[in-house]
């Protein structure tokens, strides 16, 4: 059985974004094979636990892709910080004779995002609306890898690391089975230290928002990568409670039109044409519906979300993210999607000088206190119930092949999608009885 099919068989997605499925997206042949170390949020832990604890691991899998796919460069990206996840890549790459290779980079947000990542490692720019194999490359993040080679032993993706810190007890990275409770999460890391708090799902600055009471029917996915409580009156709780209309309406009386957004935004500054300065002015005074055609509006489809523009950049405490996420619904629900552009682009001569140090993101967040937390703790965590979501992953949702009643045993198939459809295998994360089937199979151990 070739790679790319035990890949497929395993249902390994991507588990650092969206959940792209990894045999469609490794089925390509690149100059770059970029794997992805950087950690790029703040606070999380898990890739760099990966990276120290399973470095051997890592690095085989890497060379088995970098074969599928023909790369010319296997390199892992990681941060000129991490010095003990260096040491531990560096001494199995010359344990194993590997040629692959360590790319640092200075310790900035976003440096995790793949677009950003591509920049650094090969000095090219992805064009707008496109993808990293437009410019000879592929990337994937150090937990997939680790996915992969538990795949080449034939094991199927049940189960998550991920990290849970902020206000917590006991900082700490778990080892547990999708479809585990975010609440079952939080009780192994000691529980919130405050009756008032928010839970980050994901990184702190890209991740999504819920209350505490949501804990209990939140469910680890395989793209889950972090848990992170936060006070109810911390800067991103407050945040995420802004309507749009309110941030428009704000817009229209305190933007400055000062172009900061613009000027520090990662994708402007590595050659896209995106200006959130000129997209804030144009919605503050006109009604979205009317301003679907401008191409100054529809530069924010091509925005990645990553903050920096509201958390950072704007002095007027305005939210020029949060409007570009609600202008990429509308022009969804319009049908209307950015074209791809051709050409060559080049990043900005000043990109070097306005790269924002990630530890100076966490302070505009409000997340200091947890920046340098040491999280070396791996605790693995069992569960008698879980509920695995049919659509965890970018593209269709699995098709159930068990239903009520069925007994199956972990790591046995439960939801399919054929190999050529975009889409992954869902499988059994405990043993036990099929309860539910419905947009997600419910098992319970017996």
């Given at each position: ?133 437009d410019v000879g490359s592929v990337v994937s993040n150090t937990a997939t890898m680790l996915c992969i080679y538990e795949a080449i032993q034939d094991k199927s993706f049940t189960h ?274 099929v309860i539910m089937v419905s947009d997600k199979i419910v098992i319970e151990r017996q």
């Amino acid at each position: 059985m070739d790679l790319i099919e035990k890949i497929y068989k395993a249902g390994v997605v991507g588990c650092g974004g969206a959940g792209f499925p990894t045999h469609i997206k490794l089925n390509c042949k690149v100059e770059y094979l970029i794997i992805n170390g950087a950690e790029c949020e703040p606070l999380l832990r898990t890739d760099r636990y990966i990276m120290k604890n399973k470095a051997i691991e890592i690095i085989k899998a890497v060379e088995a892709v970098g074969k599928v796919v023909e790369a010319q460069q296997c390199i892992i990206v990681l941060k000129k910080t991490y010095h003990e996840e260096i040491k531990s890549l560096e001494t199995a790459i010359k344990e194993l004779n590997s040629q692959v290779q360590l790319h640092q980079l200075d310790n900035f947000y976003p440096a995790g995002d793949e677009q950003i990542i591509v920049c650094e490692v090969t000095g090219r720019t992805v064009p707008p609306a496109g993808i990293p194999l437009d410019v000879g490359s592929v990337v994937s993040n150090t937990a997939t890898m680790l996915c992969i080679y538990e795949a080449i032993q034939d094991k199927s993706f049940t189960h998550k690391y991920l990290t849970v810190t902020g206000e917590v007890k006991t900082p700490v990275v778990l080892y547990v089975p999708v479809g585990i409770t975010f609440e079952e999460c939080l009780n192994k890391a000691g529980g919130a230290l405050g009756e008032d708090y928010k839970i980050i799902s994901g990184g702190p600055l890209m991740g999504s928002i819920i209350n505490k009471n949501q804990a209990k029917t939140t469910y680890v996915t395989k793209t889950t990568s972090g848990i992170i409580v936060i006070p109810e009156d911390n800067h991103l709780a407050l945040q995420s409670e802004v309507s749009v209309q309110h941030m428009l309406n704000r817009a229209k009386s305190a933007c400055i039109q000062c172009s900061y957004c613009t000027e520090l935004c990662p994708r402007n500054l590595i050659g896209h044409p995106l200006k959130p300065h000129k997209i804030m002015r144009k919605l503050a005074y006109n009604n979205i519906s009317e301003m679907l055609d401008d191409e100054d509006v529809k530069q924010a489809l091509i925005c990645c979300e990553c903050g920096v523009c509201e958390i950072f950049a704007c002095p007027m405490g305005l939210m020029p993210r949060k409007v570009n996420a609600f202008i990429k619904q509308e022009y969804a629900k319009s049908g209307i999607r950015y074209d791809k552009e051709q050409g060559e682009y080049l990043a900005r001569d000043t990109r070097e000088y306005r790269k924002i140090p990630s530890k100076r993101m966490a302070a505009r967040s409000g997340l200091l206190k947890y920046y340098d937390y040491k999280i070396d703790t791996l605790v693995r965590l069992e569960t008698n119930r879980v509920e695995i979501q049919l659509k965890q992953h970018i593209g269709a949702p699995a098709q159930p092949i068990v239903g009520v009643g069925d007994i199956v045993e972990e790591g046995q198939l439960i939801a399919g999608c054929e190999r050529d459809k975009m889409g992954a295998n869902l499988h059994a994360s405990i043993s036990g009885k099929v309860i539910m089937v419905s947009d997600k199979i419910v098992i319970e151990r017996q």
